[in-house]
């Protein structure tokens, strides 16, 4: 089973503030992903990562910013949070490692309010 | 893009009763999930199923890819079970998932 953490957990942010939510996974896959969920919705893929180095954008527009310096971090940045960004962020990893393909392997999530 | 479809959108059990949830869609696929989301918000893994059958205890899931769909089975359910039942596939290859809309499952005591 694969282990990826999130923090913070739970995120309350006043507006305009730089937030920065972390994602590192301990199973040396190689492609990583960041989901934005609202309460009972589907999930958008906002950004994903083939590898260090790579970044993607993902279906769903997003004002956020993701790097990939380190094969087990994936850390996703919004420069000035707004109210219309409070919703919850999910990352996931998959890799060579994770038999038999692509299955993903979900965090526990970051709960994030912007007031 | 490819379109994913899940059915019922909710639904409501006793406990002790059986369920089938159908996810449809629309190409072909390379990689297909199934998740339950539970009340904290965690999506644990169920079944990866881009074809054939899977059992899992009390779940089983069934994917025919030909005829584009994929079925969760989940037998004597327990309130446990609640939750969001979410399908998610990749069609092209890139590894990039999209989900479906979910399905909304309350089971009662």
């Known amino acids: 089973e694969a282990d990826i953490y999130q923090t913070p957990r739970y995120l309350v942010i006043g507006t305009g503030k730089k937030i920065t939510l972390e994602c590192s996974q301990t199973?040396?896959?190689?492609?990583m992903y960041w989901y934005q969920q609202d309460p009972g919705m589907e999930l958008h893929l906002i950004h994903y990562s083939y590898g260090v180095n790579s970044t993607e954008k993902g279906d769903l527009s997003s004002e956020s910013t993701v790097s990939r310096i380190r094969t087990e971090h994936f850390p996703l940045t919004l420069e000035s949070a707004r109210p219309s960004h409070t919703s919850q962020y999910l990352c996931?990893?998959?890799?060579?490692?994770?038999?038999?393909?692509?299955?993903?392997?979900f965090g526990p999530g970051t709960r994030l309010t912007v007031l | 893009g490819i379109q994913v479809e899940q059915s019922p959108p909710d639904l409501i059990l006793q406990e002790g009763a059986n369920s089938t949830l159908r996810c449809n869609f629309s190409d072909s696929v390379n990689n297909l999930q199934w998740f339950h989301q539970n009340p904290w918000g965690q999506l644990i893994n169920l079944f990866y199923i881009p074809s054939g059958t899977k059992q899992n205890g009390r779940l089983s899931a069934t994917t025919v890819a030909t005829e584009r769909y994929s079925l969760l089975y989940i037998s004597s359910s327990q309130t446990t079970d609640s939750g969001v039942y979410f399908c998610a596939v990749d069609g092209s290859g890139t590894y990039k998932y999209i989900f479906g809309t979910g399905t909304r499952l309350k089971v009662l005591a």
């Open positions: 996931a990893s998959s890799g060579p490692w994770t038999p038999p393909g692509n299955e993903q392997f």
């Open positions: 199973m040396g896959h190689d492609k």
